[in-house]
């Protein structure tokens, strides 16, 4: 893409992807950055880190490519709910290695001698949410054979708490969904239910709490980023001055850009 638009990149995995759904962070961040910044959705269904590393690598813009194009000023990382996942689920992480590639992914980025280094890309961590065991349970509970349940609470929180201590380490800010889900549901797996679609992922009222602290955090910590600090790329209509050339052909320019 041409320079003239940087971009908000969302790298996670099916909780990201379905950020394009209506009422989704995605579609609210794209909504609120609209001529700004554009937003580059990058979560598929069912990764995890292992494997989210291969895809950074193929879509993120690298520093040799001579210069120019695109620049991603805001990278917003989701992962841990499906490394979480329990053995023998293919895409369990266990919980060093769950470090070690979210470590690897940051440092892609912040290593002078990375390829992908990009100093002026600022980060954003998230947190994985907690899931419904009643809902999660029930639906594979129903499958035919039944299948017995694949997360549990307390590892999946140790996964947020991992990330929690990845954002202080490395000084990045992180919205931590765990919690403010949790405690949204009165800290009790029956009140995830206001929370969940399917006990797993997350539905439109999650994703509005997710937006709004995203919103906030980038002020607190980002204040540059924030979408009341950005002007528009492309002036306004009323800034337009239309004029036609002698040859009738009409032409456009900007004033006060």
Request: proline share 7%; aromatic share 10%; charged share 20%.
């Amino acid at each position: 893409m041409a320079g003239n638009m940087d971009a908000i990149m969302l790298i996670g995995d099916s909780l990201t992807q379905g950020g394009w759904e209506p009422g989704g962070f995605a579609q609210r961040l794209a909504y609120r950055y609209a001529r700004k910044m554009d937003v580059l959705n990058r979560g598929l269904s069912g990764y995890n880190t292992e494997w989210a590393l291969e895809v950074f690598k193929q879509t993120f813009p690298r520093n040799d490519g001579g210069g120019g194009g695109q620049k991603v000023k805001l990278l917003i990382i989701w992962f841990g709910a499906n490394d979480a996942v329990l053995p023998p689920k293919v895409q369990h992480s266990p919980l060093p290695k769950f470090k070690e590639n979210m470590h690897t992914l940051i440092s892609l980025l912040r290593s002078p001698s990375s390829a992908y280094h990009s100093p002026h890309t600022r980060l954003l961590l998230i947190t994985p949410p907690p899931f419904s065991s009643l809902q999660r349970g029930s639906i594979l509970a129903s499958r035919t054979p039944p299948e017995p349940l694949d997360r549990d609470q307390a590892v999946t929180r140790a996964y947020a708490q991992a990330v929690r201590e990845l954002g202080e380490e490395q000084a990045i800010p992180v919205v931590d969904m765990y919690t403010l889900l949790w405690e949204g549901a009165g800290g009790k797996e029956e009140g995830l239910d206001k929370w969940m679609q399917d006990g797993l992922h997350v539905n439109a009222a999650a994703y509005e709490v997710l937006y709004d602290h995203i919103v906030s955090t980038v002020k607190t910590h980002y204040p540059e980023l924030h979408p009341d600090n950005l002007p528009f790329v492309f002036a306004p209509w009323d800034e337009m001055i239309r004029t036609t050339d002698v040859k009738g052909t009409l032409q456009s320019r900007y004033k006060n850009v």
